[in-house]
Structure formats: C-alpha cells, structure tokens
T-cell receptor, first 113, second 112 residues
Framework: KAGVTQTPRYLIKTRGQQVTLSCSPI?????VSWYQQTPGQGLQFLFE???????NKGNFPGRFSGRQFSNSRSEMNVSTLELGDSALYLC????????????FGAGTRLSVL | DQQVKQNSPSLSVQEGRISILNCDYT??????FLWYKKYPAEGPTFLIS?????DKNEDGRFTVFLNKSAKHLSLHIVPSQPGDSAVYFC???????????FGDGTTLTVKP
C-alpha cells in the first residue's frame, strides 16, 4: 500500500498570500488529521476530518481551514499568510477501528517570506 | 500549558546499551499513549502504543511503560542500535476527544 502522500513538499510564499496544501491518505483510511510542526512549538493539532466532516479542531485562528473530499483526500488552506506560519505541515491518516494510530506523510515545508 | 512534556531534548547512548526516553503528562483524560520515531525529511512513524488499562507493552526491542499515578511513561530500547538514532515523540490521546497531543521530542543518538 502506498503511504500518506503530501504535495507539494516545499513551498515558498510571501506575507499576505494564501496557500493550499494537499494530502492523500493511505487507501482505505477515512480519517485525516493535520498538524503544524515548528521548532519552538512541536507538533500542534490543527484539525481532523472523517467522511468529509470536520470532527475535531485545534486552537488555530480561522485563517487555517480544511476540507475533505469523498475520496478521503484532504486539503488545508491558510489565508493571509504571516511569517509565523512558516512550518512543516504534516498530514496523518488512520484506519477505521484504529483511530488512535496515525500514519504520517513526509510533510509540506512552508516558508513565508 | 504543555500537557505532554519530554524534558530531555537529547540523549546519547552507546550501541548495545539501553536507551530510556521519558514523557510526562498532565491531562487525566488521556487514555492512550504512543511513541513515534522521526528521521529528518520524513514524517513521524508509529513505533509502539499502550492503553491506559495496561502498564507495559512490549514489541521486540521496544517496551513502553506507563505509570498512571505518576502520569509518566517511558520507552525502553534494548539493545540500542545506530539505526535507532532519530527524534522520538511521545503522544497522548483522549480517545473521546479524538486528538493527539505531542511532546516536543527527544533526539536520540546511538554511538557505534
């Protein structure tokens, strides 16, 4: 089985722009979660989607949003980018019945200039 | 407030010896705990987990211990190998809330 695929791997944007990141979960996994990893904050939970519905949300401003499609692929959008949004964004999927165990993609490294 | 803490940012051990990585948590609602390993330029990889109804889980060279009264868990790697050199993250879950809270990670270096 292919693992979790995130695209693009690297992205450079400027302040004020918006960005969309993509995540394809492992085949058959319907739960997708997003995390932000920064050197000072570790991995911070953004949100979780299951069957196209947001199931949980972390403590991030409304500039961070996401969605999930019927094929379980997920996108994350950040609007009005700030310098502090520079981070590694990780997507993880979980199989049904084993929601506690997450399989991560390699991440998208976002740099905001 | 940081609900999951890994107080040692780094740990260095000799090949063949035991590596012990520690993690403390504060939220009593956490009922499932996991360890992930992360190599540079890769996402975290699931290593081993433990439910709050157990106090020990073993998988090959890896053993996780949970002390609920102390709100402490540890990962033992025996024997340590150079390929174990990576960043190790401890994660705790409230399965009802359905989200994982991660520690900041401990960088393990296993010297040949």
């Amino acid at each position: 089985k292919a693992g979790v695929t995130q695209t693009p791997r690297y992205l450079i944007k400027t302040r004020g722009q918006q960005v969309t990141l993509s995540c394809s979960p492992i085949s058959g996994h319907r739960s997708v979660s997003w995390y932000q990893q920064t050197p000072g904050q570790g991995l911070q939970f953004l949100f979780e989607y299951f069957s196209e519905t947001q199931r949980n949300k972390g403590n991030f401003p409304g500039r961070f949003s996401g969605r999930q499609f019927s094929n379980s692929r997920s996108e994350m959008n950040v609007s009005t980018l700030e310098l502090g949004d520079s981070a590694l964004y990780l997507c993880a999927s979980s199989p049904e019945g084993l929601r506690n165990i997450q399989y991560f993609g390699a991440g998208t490294r976002l740099s905001v200039l | 407030d940081q609900q999951v803490k890994q107080n040692s940012p780094s740990l260095s051990v000799q090949e063949g010896r035991i590596s012990i990585l520690n993690c403390d948590y504060t939220n009593s609602m956490f009922d499932y705990f996991l360890w992930y390993k992360k190599y540079p330029a890769e996402g975290p990889t699931f290593l081993i987990s433990i439910s709050s109804i157990k106090d020990k889980n073993e998988d090959g060279r890896f053993t996780v211990f949970l002390n609920k009264s102390a709100k402490h868990l540890s990962l033992h790697i025996v024997p340590s190998q150079p390929g174990d050199s990576a960043v190790y993250f401890c994660a705790a879950r409230d399965t009802n809330a359905g989200k994982s809270t991660f520690g900041d990670g401990t960088t393990l270096t296993v010297k040949p």
